[in-house]
């Protein structure tokens, strides 16, 4: 599949060839199933307008992002209509990226399209742990008849088998018989599911999220894990979320111990005229590439860390 470079690059930096990339950003503006706020086919586009106006050196990892990392940003496909084709034609590029030993990272669009790149990342690491922020479980087996959905992603992932899933801040779960008990079947998979409850946020350690995973990661971040007050640029925003310093504690430490292998940013609905959750989603960008590039790319992997705790 041929990549084509977009006009305008993260940062509003110059683009650079694909070859010579570190960073491949892909916008998919996936939006097939959103079931309560729309907006989400917008996000991709709002981080990168937000982008230029981040400053580009990273105090806490003393890096200057846009001289020291390469970074290049790949148009926004024309998405396929059929939902099915969209997620295959997600997993085609990431399988592409792969194949230039690059490191993917996808600015959605909804929840749903995490199915194609996870995908591609079985093809390439056979056994991965996916940590997932969100305020929502994403393991219904189906909603509104669409096995598809926002709402079953995470279900969708598990089915590929080789998968284990560690999810960050849920705080919203639903036990509904049409939609193929979720809780239940959270409860039954308890070997491959571990989940740090939001109403549990005080107890939290992160020794014990680093200890749950795997040695080679993949982040999915779905914006709605930030706390509502924080986040109300999305579909389902939910209070009692994550604050900023919280998940970057949480980013930082799982970068410096494990080897993130790919990323997404979903569900992001901007809202007009109000551009600061916008740009929380670009910074939110922003420190994964300098923590995965300082700690896995620079060579700093599996530093010594204090990670047993995390501060409230």
């Known amino acids: 599949m041929k990549l084509e470079l977009a006009k305008n690059n993260f940062f509003g930096i110059k ?11 892909v916008p998919f503006g996936l939006e097939k199933t959103v079931s309560f706020g729309r ?20 105090e806490e990892t003393e890096k200057e992002i846009d001289k020291e990392v390469k970074i290049s940003t790949i148009k926004e496909p024309d ?3 059929s939902h099915e084709e969209a997620i295959r ?19 959605g669009g909804e929840h749903s399209l995490t199915l194609g790149p996870i995908t591609a990342a079985l093809k390439k690491y056979k056994k991965i742990s996916i940590l997932q922020f969100d305020a929502h479980a994403d393991l219904r087996d189906s909603y509104e008849g669409n096995k598809l959905s926002h709402a079953a992603v995470m279900r969708r992932c598990l089915d590929l088998g080789g998968i284990n899933l560690v999810q960050i801040g849920v705080r919203n779960i639903s036990n509904e018989e049409l939609d193929g008990k979720e809780f239940d079947f959270w409860r039954r998979n308890q070997n491959r599911i571990k989940t740090f409850w939001a109403k549990d946020m005080e107890k939290w350690r992160i020794r014990d999220i ?28 939910e209070p009692g979320g994550l604050q900023w310093n919280q998940a970057m504690e949480i ?12 990323a997404d940013v979903v569900e992001l609905a901007p809202i007009k005229d109000f551009q600061a959750p916008d740009f929380l989603a670009a910074k939110l960008v ?12 620079a060579g700093k992997y599996k530093i010594q860390m204090p990670v047993y705790s995390l501060s409230s």
């Open 210 to 237: 680093i200890n749950s995973l795997a040695e080679n990661i993949y982040l999915s971040f779905d914006v709605d894990a930030f706390d509502s007050g924080l986040m109300p640029s999305c579909g389902t925003p």
């Open 39 to 58: 907006g989400t086919s917008k996000g991709p586009q709002s981080i990168l307008e937000a982008s230029p106006g981040l400053e580009c050196f990273d």
């Open 286 to 297: 922003f420190k994964i590439i300098s923590y995965v590039f300082t700690y896995r790319i």
């Open 15 to 25: 683009n650079i060839s694909l070859k010579e990339a570190d960073f491949i950003i």
């Open 79 to 81: 998405i396929k209509q």
């Open 89 to 107: 034609q997600l997993e085609e590029i990431i399988d592409r990226i792969y194949s230039l030993d690059k490191f993917p990272l996808i600015l």
């Open 251 to 262: 980013l930082k430490a799982v970068a410096s111990q494990r080897n993130i292998i790919g």
